[in-house]
């Protein structure tokens, strides 16, 4: 198996534009989570999906973000209107099961920056 | 808000040496797992210890964790260069939340 690949792994975008990041879980994964990475903030959870259905979206800063997963294989993150706060690195992560009792495999991570 | 806290935030040793980290959390767990990440990598699955277990091997790595003190350590032996990473612990979100709840990390540096 390839592991979880994200896409892009570097965007960089002007203020105001929209971004999309792009993830593909390992098959078979039911859980997939979306974490971004700060240095003031560490790893923050966005939202995780279960058998593709958005479980807890408490994460998401606000409504400029928003994600999907219409398949098993697929899922987006999307920031519309990006913002220079914005930039991080985005990763994406699945686990076979509740991710509380078996580990993450996550991606190698989309650096976005926001100028 | 961040469930566990790694101590000490940076560490540097020589090479051979061995390294302890530690993790503290909050409130009851059922797991507790630790995770390293390279400079510009995604997190990688280290180890994962039950709330019933006292310790647990993998190779070079020592994981202990008492739930009295609602802490864990992690011992990585003999060192290698390439054991220079972050290291996280993650344990549960609350209230049986279906999610890990990552530490600010241990900046781990093994000098040659």
């Known amino acids: 198996d390839a592991g979880v690949i994200q896409s892009p792994r570097h965007e960089v975008t002007e203020m105001g534009q929209e971004v999309t990041l792009r993830c593909k879980p390992i098959s078979g994964h039911d859980y997939l989570f979306w974490y971004r990475q700060t240095m003031m903030r560490g790893l923050e959870l966005l939202i995780y999906?279960?058998?593709?259905?958005?479980?807890?979206d408490s994460g998401m800063p606000e409504d400029r973000f928003s994600a999907k997963m219409p398949n098993a294989s697929f899922s987006t993150l999307k920031i519309q209107p990006s913002e220079p706060r914005d930039s991080a690195v985005y990763f994406c992560?699945?686990?076979?099961?509740?991710?509380?009792?078996?580990?993450?495999?996550f991606g190698s991570g989309t650096r976005l920056t926001v100028v | 808000s961040q469930q566990g806290e790694e101590d000490p935030q940076a560490l540097s040793i020589q090479e051979g040496e061995n390294a302890t980290m530690n993790c503290s959390y909050k409130t009851s767990i059922n797991n507790l797992q630790w995770y390293r990440q390279n400079s510009g990598r995604g997190l990688v699955h280290l180890i994962l210890?039950?709330?019933?277990?006292r310790e647990k091997h993998s190779g070079r790595l020592r994981v202990t964790l008492d739930t009295s003190k609602k802490s864990s350590s992690l011992l990585i032996t003999a060192s290698r260069a390439a054991d220079t990473a972050s290291y996280f612990c993650?344990?549960?979100?609350?209230?049986?939340?279906?999610?890990?709840?990552f530490g600010q990390g241990t900046r781990l540096t093994i000098n040659p």
């Open positions: 992560a699945s686990s076979p099961r509740t991710g509380r009792d078996y580990g993450y495999t």
């Open positions: 999906f279960n058998n593709n259905v958005p479980i807890d």
């Open positions: 210890i039950r709330s019933n277990e």
């Open positions: 993650a344990t549960p979100g609350p209230q049986g939340a279906q999610k890990l709840v």
